[in-house]
């Protein structure tokens, strides 16, 4: 059973950045599709970035386009979201997720592991 640990997150100032750090353990992600999802406070759970296996795929939610990158090393069975630029309304908890069932997508239902989350809180 694949377990997602998410780590990284934190308290900054807007304008700041930070790297999120997605490790699996108990088997290996580097087949599946990975994606970031965020849940902010008082809302849904929302798309935030997605990676095919081979990280030659990418696509971003328009609010972090241009400001988040999604990568991924194979090698170390783990996933980053490195966001610049933050502003307040990036404060969220950050959840990492994977495809087993090879599915790039936005949706979250594509995703079947999912990590506990980390909080990134960002100050005006």
């Known amino acids: 059973q694949v377990q997602l640990v998410e780590s990284g997150g934190g308290l900054v100032q807007a304008g700041d950045s930070l790297r999120l750090s997605c490790a699996a353990s108990?088997?290996?992600?580097?087949?599946?599709?990975m994606g970031w999802f965020r849940r902010a406070p008082g809302k849904e759970r929302q798309f935030v970035a997605r990676?095919?296996?081979?990280?030659?795929?990418?696509d971003y939610a328009d609010s972090v386009k241009g400001r988040f990158t999604i990568s991924r090393d194979n090698g170390k069975n783990t996933v980053y979201l490195q966001m610049d630029s933050l502003n307040p309304e990036d404060t969220a908890v950050y959840y990492c997720?994977?495809?087993?069932?090879?599915?790039?997508?936005?949706?979250?239902?594509?995703?079947?592991?999912w990590g506990q989350g980390t909080q990134v809180t960002v100050s005006s």
């Open positions: 108990g088997g290996t992600i580097g087949s599946w599709p």
């Open positions: 990676i095919n296996r081979s990280g030659s795929t990418t």
């Open positions: 997720a994977a495809s087993s069932t090879f599915l790039l997508s936005t949706d979250q239902g594509a995703y079947d592991y």
